[in-house]
T-cell receptor, first 112, second 111 residues
Framework: NAGVTQTPKFRILKIGQSMTLQCAQDMNHNYMYWYRQDPGMGLKLIYYSVGAGITDKGEVPNGYNVSRSTTEDFPLRLELAAPSQTSVYFC???????????FGPGTRLTVL | EDQVTQSPEALRLQEGESSSLNCSYTVSGLRGLFWYRQDPGKGPEFLFTLYSAGEEKEKERLKATLTKKESFLHITAPKPEDSATYLCAVQAKQGAQKLVFGQGTRLTINP
């Protein structure tokens, strides 16, 4: 099993550009999550999904959108990128809400 | 509001010098407390889950313990490969049930 995979690993965007961060898992997990990690701060939940077709906002959803059309994939869309979205983004998955979350390797995004 | 505070922010030890990392938490009914290890440029890697006060779990040189207000990650005779950032997170029984993370402790073990 590859576990949780994320692409790209690094990306630089200009202010106002848009992009999609990809996340996929091959563990047949129901729950998937997107977090951002800023220096010296804990991970903050952006969006999560409890299954295909069902998503909900986390702590810091503004400026982001998600969709979940399959069990395996959970892309994160940034519209109109802003410098405040410079961060490292992690995708995670778990079988149940109460289970251990397994994380991907992250995407480092810089908005200039 | 659920909250997690980790201390110290950074800790530098000599190889073989044992110590402990602290995770203080406030949560409205704890379902679980999680410890993760994070290497530079990588995603968090799961270490332990603790569910109730008095519980202890061990893995190699690491032992995690839990009280009603805090958790400790004890590291015994550490090696340079134990250098990493250690993250603590809590999950409440009720409400949003999301993971609330602390800011992490950056541990450096010098040879």
């Amino acid at each position: 099993n590859a576990g949780v995979t994320q692409t790209p690993k690094f990306r630089i965007l200009k202010i106002g550009q848009s992009m999609t961060l990809q996340c996929a898992q091959d563990m047949n997990h129901n729950y998937m999550y997107w977090y951002r990690q800023d220096p010296g701060m804990g991970l903050k939940l952006i969006y999560y999904s409890v299954g295909a077709g069902i998503t909900d906002k986390g702590e810091v959803p503004n400026g982001y959108n998600v969709s979940r059309s399959t069990t395996e994939d959970f892309p994160l869309r940034l519209e109109l990128a802003a410098p405040s979205q410079t961060s490292v983004y992690f995708c995670a998955s778990s079988y149940l809400w109460s289970d251990t979350q397994y994380f991907g390797p992250g995407t480092r995004l810089t908005v200039l | 509001e659920d909250q997690v505070t980790q201390s110290p922010e950074a800790l530098r030890l000599q190889e073989g010098e044992s110590s402990s990392l602290n995770c203080s938490y406030t949560v409205s009914g704890l379902r679980g407390l999680f410890w993760y290890r994070q290497d530079p440029g990588k995603g968090p890697e799961f270490l332990f889950t603790l569910y109730s006060a008095g519980e202890e779990k061990e893995k190699e040189r690491l032992k995690a313990t839990l009280t009603k207000k805090e958790s400790f990650l004890h590291i015994t005779a550490p090696k340079p490969e134990d250098s990493a950032t250690y993250l603590c997170a809590v999950q409440a029984k009720q409400g949003a049930q999301k993971l609330v993370f602390g800011q992490g402790t950056r541990l450096t073990i010098n040879p």
